[in-house]
């Protein structure tokens, strides 16, 4: 039963255009959500958080959404960059424990 | 040092044998994971340290899994009676606990490969 769904195993976008993955949950329980990214080789990068009790959270390039009604969260790069390219994975966990549930993963491609 | 440091970084085994893999979490931080990561998968939880005791092993797929955190900072991962399907990328993480849940911080992994 995957808790954490990231529906696109893969996306490309050109330099300097927006870049958005999502993330579908299902368990309503989650209240607090995070974006990782990961390059080959390497272990999981943290990039972005939000808690269930906003619906936004920006930090430079990077803005997370969160739509609880519809369990869904976005993560949007903009102006996206070819170092941005990455394997990208959203995580939720909820309060009273500190384990998250990692969805499979989108790799994105920003092409020169 | 500064981040979370694996070792060994990559580990070849052959089935049936016992492996040990071991993590150095952040100085500082109480809460320590671990994950594994197979091929096309994303990390799952295997176990949450706090302090030097398992607040949390529901990951661990069998008995053969087993770690340990004696002095709450180094931890190990041990596995016994390796198989096959035991292959994968074996990813520690640590992190500040504040009474929320918080960024954890991953290693590099150890690849340990099954033969």
């Known amino acids: 039963d995957q808790q954490v769904k990231q529906n696109s195993p893969s996306l490309s976008v050109q330099e300097g255009r927006i870049s958005i993955l999502n993330c579908d949950y299902t368990n309503s329980m989650f209240d607090y959500f995070l974006w990782y990214k990961k390059y080959p080789a390497e272990g999981p990068t943290f990039l972005i958080s939000?808690?269930?009790?906003?619906d936004k959270n920006e930090d430079g390039r990077f803005t997370v959404f969160l739509n609880k009604s519809a369990k869904h969260l976005s993560l949007h790069i903009v102006p996206s960059q070819p170092g941005d390219s990455a394997v990208y994975f959203c995580a939720a966990s909820y309060s009273g424990t500190y384990k998250y549930i990692f969805g499979t993963g989108t790799r994105l491609k920003v092409l020169a | 040092g500064a981040g979370v440091s694996q070792t060994p970084s990559n580990k070849v085994t052959e089935k049936g044998k016992y492996v040990e893999l071991r993590c150095d979490p952040i100085?500082?931080?109480?809460?320590l994971y671990w994950y594994r990561q197979s091929l096309g998968q994303g990390p799952e939880f295997l176990i949450y340290f706090q302090g030097t005791g398992a607040a949390d092993d529901s990951g661990l797929p069998n008995d053969r899994f087993f770690a340990v955190r004696p002095e709450g900072s180094v931890s190990t991962l041990k596995i016994q009676r390796t198989e096959r399907g035991d292959s994968a990328v074996y990813l520690c993480?640590?992190?500040?606990?504040?009474?929320?849940?918080?960024?954890?911080?991953f290693g590099q992994g150890t690849r340990l490969t099954v033969v």
């Open positions: 993480a640590s992190s500040l606990t504040t009474g929320a849940p918080a960024e954890a911080f």
């Open positions: 939000i808690s269930s009790i906003k």
């Open positions: 100085s500082g931080h109480t809460a």
